[in-house]
């Protein structure tokens, strides 16, 4: 077996790269390498030591409750509340002065609200939830741009026990109304507008569209950013008015561990969207202790930054509930990265001094393709822990950063996970792991992940598959909202006992795990699986390469033949001569089966809002059909810039 081509892939992307942290990181690394230890050791036990991180009204009873899986209950019995470990916690330790948000706005307005305003605003909103009629169980939905409103608004809906549901800002009416219908919300918060690219967008008209069709909505809350025109109905209510007016007193009441706190949509490939249902207690607890160990996170001097969107996930987990339970100085910037200028990501951490960066390999390569000049003419000597997110991080786009932006000696962390995780699973624990580019290397302590073949038999190092959790983790989806059995079919009906997460994996000869991208995108070539991140990677390391999109277009020879969407940096420039070279150096890279059979240079690629690459449209391209459908773009006039540019170049 050893030299099939599939052998020779599998082993030809491992780094011999690592970067051992300093021994100054290691020596006052938050965790050390004895978690692993404790953890394998005992691991409910380690998980209850998490739990105990957080304030409880009750203890639990039980720490887990697998007697009818996949339905896994975590601290049973166990109370709670959310809001209340976030900010009341701090401002009873003496800490209501410390900043929890530095508020950058894209225009350039700045706020700096405190742990003790925080929580004022928190329980004002909270009792004007409850005065507006909203009760423990009630779904609220929340539609805004990256303002503290959006944060006060998730805690002051945790704080009276109404699980909020966030969609994202750049969500169509369409895709809002559905999300709104299924969750069955009775009160939508939203704001005028946002600001995005140099010019207000509204969000105030979307909902009015899409309440049309929400007959469960009773009520609008509307903040004021933009202050543009907007239409009023009997229903609005002004944020200003409401939270402005109501009392600053509001005692947390406590909730059962198991209470639902959020149900967050995840658009997936196919189908309805579904909506994750997250709850407290075990979602608290890991979401916390992941960001204290992952992002070593000292709160009396760190500043820390997630350049997430609170509409996903990620803005769930590290920029509300992990960050601020812990007591996190953070960074919320409401804009793009490349307005008014592209530097703007490092004017803001030079200017807050940021120390902690979490972003996406999408807007790392962005980076790599505007220039290193740009990261160049700031200071950025702050920083000392970097994260990534989102997708596989190329090797190349990894080093880069660490060089670029890290200054050649901040960990990278590159941090896998899934809304349905709902915190960190796989990660380097940056004063233990020696990282290594493009690997996420090993499961956190008390997270029990592997790669399983098709039969679901575990691979050994070197071998390539499927990524599987086996045992249940705290922050695990409890459910898919009101379709428990679309929760079983999605998840659990693919390997006997074990969480299917949708990703290929290999374990490389060390056993560190490789992220190959969602199995639906690799390709099968002569009869080879080929993943598409392995292309990617090895295109993005030649040097004229800033960003590629590899998809497997149908070949009446080899099945599917790869095909190649390339981004150049910079300046560079191509000829058919550079193109040759494109496709030889991915088969020196990777083996003469990954050669692509075609490399189209573009100027953009088509990404949904979060970032990530709509393969099946290039797909469309590659095989000269007619595009698909194109709503969840970020940007959905890109596919015909694309085709003309094609056009344009024949
Ligand atoms: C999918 C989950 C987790 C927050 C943001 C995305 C991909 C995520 C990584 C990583 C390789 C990654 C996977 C995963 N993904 N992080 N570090 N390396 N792939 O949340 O929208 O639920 O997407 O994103 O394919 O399954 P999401």
Request: glycine share 10%.
């Amino acid at each position: 077996m050893a030299d099939t081509p599939q052998e020779t892939l599998a082993n030809l992307l491992s780094e011999d790269r690592t970067f051992p942290p300093s021994p100054e990181f290691t020596q006052a690394a938050n965790v050390t390498a004895a978690a692993y230890d404790e953890a394998a050791a005992d691991r409910l036990a380690f998980w209850e030591a998490q739990a105990r991180r957080l304030d409880w009204s009750k203890d639990w009873d039980r720490v887990l409750d697998w007697d009818n899986p996949p339905f896994a209950k975590w601290f049973t019995g166990g109370e709670l509340n959310v809001s209340a470990n976030c900010l009341d916690r701090h401002v009873a330790n003496g800490l209501g002065d410390r900043v929890a948000i530095h508020f950058e706005g894209e225009p350039g307005d700045t706020r700096a609200v405190t742990y003790a305003e925080l929580l004022d605003e928190v329980k004002r909103a909270a009792n004007a939830l409850t005065d507006l009629g909203v009760e423990a169980g009630d779904r609220v939905v929340i539609y805004m741009p990256m303002i503290p409103e959006a944060a006060v608004a998730m805690l002051a809906c945790a704080r009276i026990g109404a699980p909020h549901s966030v969609v994202f800002g750049g969500f169509s009416a369409a895709a809002l109304s559905s999300r709104i219908d299924d969750a069955g919300a009775k009160l939508v918060i939203c704001a005028d507008g946002g600001f995005r690219k140099g010019k207000a967008f509204a969000l105030k008209p979307t909902v009015d569209e899409a309440l049309e069709s929400c007959p469960s909505v009773e009520q609008v809350l509307v903040v004021t950013r933009t202050g543009q025109e907007v239409a009023w109905n009997d229903r609005d209510v002004k944020w200003e008015d409401a939270v402005g007016g109501a009392s600053n007193e509001h005692e947390a009441q406590p909730f059962d561990a198991e209470h639902p706190l959020f149900i967050l949509y995840t658009s997936g490939t196919t189908g309805k969207p579904k909506g994750i249902l997250h709850t407290s207690g075990g979602y608290l607890t890991q979401a916390s202790f992941t960001h204290h160990a992952v992002f070593d996170l000292k709160p009396e001097t760190d500043v820390y930054w997630c350049t997430a969107d609170i509409g996903w996930v990620t803005g769930h987990s590290y920029i509300v509930y992990g960050p601020m339970s812990n007591g996190a100085t953070q960074v919320m910037y409401e804009g793009t990265p490349d307005t008014p200028h592209t530097g703007r990501f490092w004017e803001i951490v030079q200017k807050y001094g940021v120390t902690i960066l979490y972003t996406a390999p999408t807007a790392i390569r962005t980076f790599m393709k505007w220039g290193d000049d740009v990261p160049a003419k700031f200071d950025l000597s702050s920083l000392r822990v970097l994260g990534s997110v989102g997708e596989p991080i190329n090797p190349e786009a990894w080093v880069w950063y660490r060089e670029h932006i890290g200054g050649g000696s901040t960990p990278v962390v590159d941090t896998w996970w899934q809304t349905e995780t709902g915190a960190i699973m796989v990660s380097p624990l940056p004063g233990v792991t020696a990282t290594k580019p493009g690997s996420a290397q090993r499961p956190l302590p008390g997270i029990s992940v592997d790669v399983v073949d098709e039969q679901g038999e575990a691979v050994p190092d070197g071998g390539g598959g499927f990524l599987v959790i086996r045992e249940p983790w705290p922050s695990m989806l409890r459910t898919i909202w009101g379709d428990d059995q679309r929760f079983l079919d999605t998840y659990w009906a693919h390997f006997d006992g074990m969480y299917f997460a949708g990703d290929g994996a290999k374990k490389d000869d060390d056993g560190d795990l490789w992220l190959l991208g969602r199995v639906d995108d690799i390709m099968l070539v002569s009869g080879h699986n080929i993943s598409t991140t392995e292309v990617e990677s090895a295109l993005v390391s030649h040097e004229t390469v800033a960003e590629a999109a590899v998809v497997g277009a149908s070949d009446p020879v080899t099945g599917q033949g790869i095909v190649a969407f390339v981004i150049l940096r910079g300046q560079s420039e191509s000829s058919p001569e550079h193109l040759a070279e494109l496709r030889a150096h991915v088969a020196k890279t990777l083996g003469a089966i990954a050669k692509p059979r075609q490399v189209i240079i573009v100027a953009e690629l088509p990404k949904t809002r979060s970032g990530k690459i709509m393969r099946r449209l290039l797909r469309d391209i590659a095989e000269d059909r007619e595009i698909g459908d194109v709503t969840t773009l970020a940007d959905n006039t890109v596919m015909s810039r694309i085709k003309t540019g094609l056009q344009g170049g024949k």
